[in-house]
């Protein structure tokens, strides 16, 4: 009987197996990447950026392991951050006003991809929660 519970095909919620740290680096990746390509397109950070922001979330919280959660779990908001606060120290302009702050800057292209950040961290958490509770009722 066991060998016909460990021949059966991993399910969308078994399948991340990915350490903590690769999948971080990788999405911080990839989002400084569309970032670069959103500032190309235009001149300003847009819709490429949240779009591409929600999309690695949700990809995020379905390749890593599950002893890596934490990270991932922690993972959106600092990435976010980390790319406006970027752009506020180089390119003020593309997330506020050109003549304001760092600080200023920062809290501005945050608050305006606020509902990116809304979405994608939520659906991080969900998919994470799900993916721990599946895992659970598995090993009972």
């Given amino acids: 009987m066991s060998s ?3 021949d059966r095909p ?10 903590g740290h690769e999948v971080a680096a990788l999405v911080v990746a990839v989002l ?21 922001f929600m ?12 002893p890596d959660f934490f ?3 922690v993972l959106p908001p600092l990435a976010m951050l980390l790319a406006v ?3 506020g120290i180089a390119e003020p302009g593309s997330v506020a006003r050109p003549q304001d702050g760092i600080v200023q ?12 950040l809304m ?3 939520g659906a991080c958490l969900a998919l994470l929660a799900a993916r721990r509770g599946f895992l659970a009722s598995r090993q009972r």
């Fill in 4 to 6: 016909v519970l460990h």
């Fill in 10 to 19: 991993r399910t969308l919620w078994e399948e991340g197996r990915r350490p």
């Fill in 32 to 52: 400084l990447t569309v970032t670069v390509l959103d500032l190309l397109l235009s001149a300003r950070l847009g819709l490429l950026f949240d779009l591409a």
């Fill in 55 to 66: 999309a690695l979330c949700v990809v995020a919280a379905l390749t890593v392991r599950p």
């Fill in 71 to 73: 990270t991932v779990g």
């Fill in 85 to 87: 606060l970027l752009l």
């Fill in 105 to 116: 800057a920062t809290v501005s292209g945050l608050s305006g991809h606020a509902l990116a």
């Fill in 119 to 121: 979405f994608g961290y």
